[in-house]
């Protein structure tokens, strides 16, 4: 990637920080404060209550869910054992936790991609399962452990060998996830892997995929379209909300992002 390639990418991960609700917020909120102290109190008040709203909005369950569900609802989750067999199932990183005490354990939806892709294997529907994650850290003893490491050892711990499991640790974003893998894929010949990765992340995932010349059947895991039974528990904010919300606008960004890029680079490599 060109320096000034990087550095278009920087800004806009930076951008992509500053609209998320709970920053946005905390911005627009200081924008007000500042207004107050110059004395021009009508513009401080209206910056202070548009941050109040765009906060307690962003933490409404029913909102989530009205800004995840599309994302999600790309592509049907079906009964595990319904997909079609591939030569490999793909899982992408994202997924455990670091080095924190007792260990490196499941971590986004609960350990949801990792399930998805043991329970898959169990059910034969593939072979292989190539783990893709490059994001390092250090141990204790001062190795350096990739996430691909740690998603091995817990497919491990739910049964799946670890002598069919191939890892990929160079990624360090889902484009290159996708560049990564599709290297081990054509280097082990497989014309089709399942690809599992959270719901609300797979547009995205696929579509690098596919950028990559990599055909996929796409296996959605850990949804989080969902809204807490009862009229009024819908209507309270939570942390929980905003939580889903934050993550469905970082894919919207994330995938327009993607197209952008795309459309820019045209026919040249899609090395990132």
């Known amino acids: 990637m060109s320096c000034e390639a990087d550095q278009i990418k920087q800004m806009f991960k930076v951008i992509q920080q500053i609209i998320y609700p709970l920053n ?8 007000g404060i500042c207004c107050l102290f110059a004395r021009r109190r009508r513009a401080g008040t209206w910056l202070a209550s548009f941050s109040f709203v765009l906060l307690l909005a962003a933490s409404l369950p029913k909102a989530a869910v009205h800004l995840i569900a599309p994302l999600e609802n790309r592509f049907a989750a079906l009964p595990l054992a319904d997909y079609t067999a591939a030569d490999a199932i793909v899982v992408l990183g994202g997924t455990t936790s670091g080095a924190a005490a007792p260990g490196a354990g499941p971590e986004e939806n609960s ?11 169990h059910l034969g529907k593939a072979s292989k399962v190539l783990v893709s994650g490059g994001k390092s850290y250090k141990t204790k003893d001062r190795n350096t452990r990739s996430e691909a490491d740690d998603m091995s050892s817990i497919l491990v711990d739910m049964g799946v060998p670890q002598s069919i499991i191939l890892r990929e640790s160079n990624s360090q974003s889902t484009e290159q996830n996708a560049f990564y893998s599709a290297e081990i894929i054509r280097q082990n010949g497989w014309q089709r892997v399942l690809l599992v990765s959270s719901a609300h992340h797979l547009r995205r995932a696929v579509f690098w995929f596919e950028q990559a010349g990599v055909s996929t059947i796409p296996v959605p895991a850990g949804r989080l379209a969902w809204c ?38 045209g026919n040249q490599s899609l090395r990132p």
């Open 228 to 265: 807490t039974s009862g009229c009024l528990l819908s209507y309270l904010p939570s942390a929980s909300a905003l939580l889903r919300s934050t993550a469905a606008i970082k894919e919207y960004g994330g995938f327009a992002w993607a197209r952008l890029k795309t459309t820019v680079r």
């Open 24 to 31: 946005l917020a905390l911005v627009v909120l200081l924008l």
């Open 111 to 121: 350990g949801s991609r990792l399930l998805t892709a043991a329970r898959l294997y």
